[in-house]
């Protein structure tokens, strides 16, 4: 079992910065593909950023060139930075981590909540 943990959610203002990272207790995080996604009240959740264990990265069109995603595989962590955020960025946002090696295995955090508000 892998066991996930975000943090850096909270209240920022519009236009404003954060940096959400994503820790997981994967023995082989190396392997593992991981990815950002978010649901905001009403909404489905959706991919908002990923990362291959390559290093192939790719993002939904809306965060397009205000978020990136990296990982430090020393650290087991994933990073969001979230630039020039909007309102329509405030959602929960969850880690995901995707083993496609041998029996594979996915895994979810609890997710850490992003408001973007005056």
């Known amino acids: 079992q892998v066991r996930i943990v975000e943090s850096g959610g909270g209240l920022v203002q519009p236009g404003g910065s954060l940096r959400l990272s994503c820790a997981a207790s994967a023995r082989l995080f190396s392997l593992y593909d991981m990815g950002w996604y978010r649901q905001a009240p009403g909404n489905e959740r959706e991919l908002v950023a990923r990362?291959?264990?390559?290093?192939?990265?790719n993002y939904a069109d809306s965060v397009k060139g205000r978020f990136t995603i990296s990982r430090d595989n020393a650290k087991n962590t994933v990073y969001l930075q979230m630039l020039s955020l909007k309102p329509e960025d405030t959602a929960v946002y969850y880690c995901?981590?995707?083993?496609?090696?041998?029996?594979?295995?996915?895994?979810w955090g609890q997710g850490t909540q992003v408001t973007v508000s005056l």
């Open positions: 995901n981590a995707d083993f496609r090696v041998g029996v594979g295995g996915n895994y």
């Open positions: 990362i291959t264990s390559g290093g192939s990265t």
